[in-house]
């Protein structure tokens, strides 16, 4: 699990063809590696990767074909920038929210607007993820956690503060670029549970002392 808390921004080294898929090597930059060992998971721009090599600047991960169809890594080359987070530990702080690093799809940036010191940013998704991105609620884009402003239809909108844009990968981004997207795991399970009619029914009496009836 991860908490969509950028630790550091790497560039990818060089893409290798292994077998059919790819082995990626990363330049980590100034992510301390020294508590990673071989089979720890770090998050590539929201993708959990697993290290199964760890190298003088940074480490490599197998990226399997399923994962280069879904993500933008298929779509990387040498020296693009990616976003970086070391998997959380159970003492850590949670700054962001709970985010397991497996994408759920692929979204587009559509357009970029300044807001006083800020950005707003407008996203596209697919009808299958925008069910799953509320107002309000979190969602995590390219391995950042964010909280969402608004949604009309499959668009919704983000604010980004200086320090988001330029301690992230979103100082390279342009409207029309792809993103990782990352919806909120709690509405997943949600939509799970009602979905199979074994969701729990909520007491009235409780409903209505809390003004829900």
């Known amino acids: 699990m991860f908490t969509g808390i950028i630790q550091s921004v790497g560039r990818i080294v060089r893409l290798e063809p292994r077998g059919g898929d790819l082995r990626l090597h990363v330049d980590t930059a100034d992510l301390d590696l020294a508590d990673v060992q071989l089979g720890d998971s770090i998050a590539v721009s929201g993708v959990c990767l697993t290290a199964v090599a760890l190298e003088a600047r940074g480490f490599a991960a197998d990226v399997s074909n399923e994962t280069l169809s879904l993500t933008t890594l298929g779509k990387l080359k040498a020296g693009d920038p990616v976003n970086l987070e070391k998997a959380l530990r159970l003492a850590d702080r949670l ?3 709970l985010v397991s690093g497996h994408v759920d799809g692929l979204g587009k940036v559509v357009s970029i607007t300044p807001d006083a010191r800020s950005q707003r940013w ?92």
């Open 122 to 213: 407008t996203f596209e998704v697919p009808s299958n993820l925008a069910r799953y991105i509320a107002a309000k609620g979190s969602v995590c884009i390219d391995g950042t956690s964010l909280t969402v402003n608004e949604v009309a239809g499959n668009r919704f909108g983000v604010n980004l503060i200086p320090h988001t844009v330029e301690r992230t990968t979103f100082h390279a981004k342009r409207a029309g670029d792809a993103v990782n997207i990352e919806v909120d795991v709690i509405a997943r399970y949600v939509e799970r549970l009602i979905g199979s009619g074994e969701a729990p029914k909520l007491d009235e009496a409780f409903l209505k002392q809390h003004g829900f009836a």
């Open 95 to 97: 700054g962001g929210h």
